[in-house]
């Protein structure tokens, strides 16, 4: 089956992450990365077990196969482009893999609970992704309109009963 916005394709251009081609040794996984914010705390190596941190507009993801390392290094200061905190000292995060690669628009899109038959239009990678990490994810919205339609009917005098999801949770 073809899946709308999903060709995936091995190879990360980047100043900062090494993609190594070596060989890919059997029982070597493809784990999830995070490719942006190489200065942020937290090792940018994700496992499958963890809960995966919320999409956004700003931070790429993807994944890395084959001798995934992780490691800080000082950033170049005196050949960078652009440089936004001169006295900064903060350290970036450097991967290197056997590959690297970004996840599709579609794999954004299920990480946001999207169904896989649902296409999205732009331009670009970044014009998907934006329309991706603005929405709020799909589950979530069918739940609030689930507890909404509840709290209209009960409004209206209908004898309804609250769905799981509505129930009110108390602290205390």
Known sequence: MQLPNHHPQWGFKSHVHIETGEPIEPGDGIVPVRLSRTASEGNPIRDFNSPFPAVDTATVWGWAAGHVKAIRIEK??????FVRNPDSNAKLWRISASKIRGFTPREYARLQTFPDDWAFYGNNKRELQLQI????PVIFAKQIARCVRFALDKLDGKTVTAPQSCVQLTLF
Do not use: F, I, K, S
């Not at 170049?76 to 482009?81: G, T």
């Open 76 to 81: 170049d200061r005196e050949n960078a482009l």
């Open 133 to 136: 990490g603005n929405a709020v």
